[in-house]
């Protein structure tokens, strides 16, 4: 039977403890990680969010304190009151280590069964059991630490928006079925039978209004709500910083968020980044690194060699290239001792997994050259081949033939994992850049036409705005993406205000009017009445404290994260309703 504290209150937090308080007297609670009896003398290390102490249970300091003690185990939550002294045997593995406290008196408020997970940060228990029991997982200070520093983030970010004069406004939950990429989660109304609100994908639409309604400039730390397979690190609900500004085009939005990026660094992680970030094309970021979200803290470029083997007597090039296709491949510079054919089989393996329907590769050494498709090159081809991939003794080339999507695709990933399995990727450097110059369209196979490669209210470049009816392929949008070490954490556009552009944008999309207005007529209804030049960005903010604390894993710093399949193991989310809730709903469930 648990304790109350009584009179006790808390003095002290346990980690904050050190050599200056010697002699005081102090109150802690926490709980037990640790207990140690040594005959005469208990000790026990008391835990709260600060960190750990030593306190010591002393016969002759106190009988009472002692005798309740030697009931006390781990995870028990203590009241203490007692004397701060030097520590005999220092521990230099923890802040409080040249100390300890002396009980005078203990009172146990709650007693615990031996939990299912141990607290510490490296216990390698299943994430399934660390979802389950997560209030004992976020008791691990690793993961305290974590959403500390979402919280620090979330607090710069706030007073940085403010000094800038940005407004939070928050947006409905409960909203209307819109297009935006992914599919909705709908919520059926009760009251208006037949009918479904959607839970927000983003505040997309909302922000555009408060736009309209002369906010000038506004923000919002936001859910969104996405029903789609979760690939890794993707979450059903997730949190975005999202805020749009007026009367700005896309210098304005980048510089301020430059500031705003700076700040962060330099206030979480202690780091001064170069401003201005480097701007890198959307055609550029393909062309170099197979993605437009480049990692740039390493080499392994693409080139493209299609033009030297269009006519090789290697079919597996030749034929692709008269297919439509095209050959690139990427350097793995001075490393080709680390892999012998095996390896570059597996490689080829996982190049596969992306499209790809074989791996070519070049082995450089010194005495010449090794590789199952030299045969069929010619010497000047080979020759002009490794002159346009730079290569040289102790380099490993490798090459995909196929359409450009899978090349890109293949290839982009396959640097990435060679980097990996290499080990050269610095995790304390941080190479942030801006792509830029996105296509207004994409072409969408399956439903062969273009459609918007961000949304239907993405604004031209200004000079392209002439190919809409002709050219849409090569329409730019101002649109920009934040890109660190491979991330994107964050990406916006600048905003059509003008309605009749809009229009010309929905019939490049292959939308009537009549589709138009009913997907969106609110919104073209408010542009009728003055609507300044606006533009803004959403950063994914899960992402961004995955950055900021080093993590791989997006569940770990996100407090209650649902699996994969989207469901909580905590609280069994989602699960069965009565027949009575249904029926309010006016909904029949199939067999």
């Not at 740039?296 to 080139?303: A, N, P, V």
Request: aromatic share 8%; glycine share 6%; with cysteine.
């Amino acid at each position: 039977m648990g304790e109350t504290m009584g009179k006790l209150r808390r003095t002290h937090m346990c980690g904050n403890l050190r050599t200056d308080n010697i002699g005081e007297e102090v109150i802690l609670m926490g709980w037990v990680q640790k207990r140690r009896d040594l005959g005469g003398l208990i000790f026990v290390d008391l835990r709260d969010t600060t960190g750990i102490v030593q306190i010591v249970f002393d016969k002759d300091v106190s009988k009472e304190a002692f005798d309740k003690a030697d009931t006390i185990r781990s995870e028990y939550v203590l009241a203490v009151r007692g004397k701060v002294e030097k520590r005999q045997s220092v521990n230099k593995n923890i802040p409080t280590g040249e100390i300890e406290v002396f009980v005078e008196e203990l009172k146990i408020l709650d007693e615990a069964e031996t939990p299912p997970i141990y607290i510490k940060d490296d216990d390698d228990v299943s994430e399934a059991m660390r979802l389950k029991y997560r209030y004992l997982d976020l008791r691990k200070p690793l993961m305290q630490r974590n959403l500390k520093i979402r919280h620090k983030t979330a607090k710069v970010v706030r007073e940085f928006l403010d000094e800038n004069n940005f407004v939070e406004i928050e947006t409905p939950m409960l909203t209307k079925p819109t297009p935006e990429g992914a599919r909705d989660y709908l919520v059926p109304s009760r009251v208006n039978p037949g009918k479904f609100y959607a839970l927000p994908q983003s505040p997309q639409i909302m922000k555009q209004l408060l736009m309209v309604s002369g906010m000038d400039r506004y923000y919002q730390i936001v859910k969104c709500f996405r029903d789609e397979d979760l690939r890794a690190n993707r979450q059903p609900e997730f949190t975005q910083i999202d805020l749009e500004m007026s009367f700005v085009d896309v210098d304005d939005v980048i510089e301020l968020n430059e500031k705003l990026i700076y700040k962060i660094f330099k206030e979480i992680k202690g780091i001064e980044i170069d401003l201005p970030i480097k701007r890198m094309s959307y055609n550029e970021a393909m062309e170099r690194y197979g993605t437009d979200k480049p990692d740039l803290r390493f080499g392994f470029e693409l080139k493209n060699i299609t033009d030297i083997v269009k006519n090789s007597q290697f079919k597996v090039f030749s034929g692709t290239i008269k297919n439509g296709g095209e050959v690139r491949g990427i350097n793995i510079k001075g490393y080709a001792d680390n892999f012998s054919r095996k390896d570059i089989s597996k490689l080829e393996n996982y190049a596969r997994t992306y499209g790809a329907k074989g791996l070519a590769w070049i082995k450089i050494n010194n005495d010449g050259i090794s590789s199952p498709i030299a045969k069929f090159l010619g010497e000047e081809e080979l020759n002009k081949i490794i002159e346009r991939m730079d290569g040289e003794a102790g380099d490993l080339l490798l090459f995909v033939a196929d359409k450009q999507s899978v090349v890109f695709d293949s290839l982009g990933h396959l640097r990435i994992e060679v980097a990996k399995q290499l080990d050269i990727i610095d995790e304390d450097d941080y190479k942030l850049v801006w792509v830029v110059d996105f296509p207004l369209f994409e072409y969408d196979e399956e439903e062969d036409r273009y459609v918007a490669k961000h949304h239907p209210f993405t604004h031209p470049v200004d000079e392209d705005i002439e190919l809409l009816e002709t050219e849409p392929e090569k329409v730019r949008a101002k649109a920009y993406d934040i890109v660190i070490n491979g991330d994107e954490i964050g990406g916006g556009s600048i905003r059509i205000n003008n309605s009749e552009l809009q229009k010309r944008m929905f019939k490049a999309l292959g939308f009537s009017m009549e589709e138009a207005r009913n997907k969106f007529g609110f919104l073209l209804d408010a542009f009728k009445y003055g609507t300044p030049p606006h533009g803004g960005i959403a950063y994914g903010f899960d992402r961004l404290i995955m950055l900021l604390t080093g993590s791989d894993n997006i569940r770990d710093v996100i407090a209650f994260p649902k699996t994969q399949n989207a469901t909580s193991l905590l609280t069994d989310a989602p699960s069965e309703v009565s027949i009575e809730q249904l029926e309010e709903l006016h909904i029949k469930l199939d067999d």
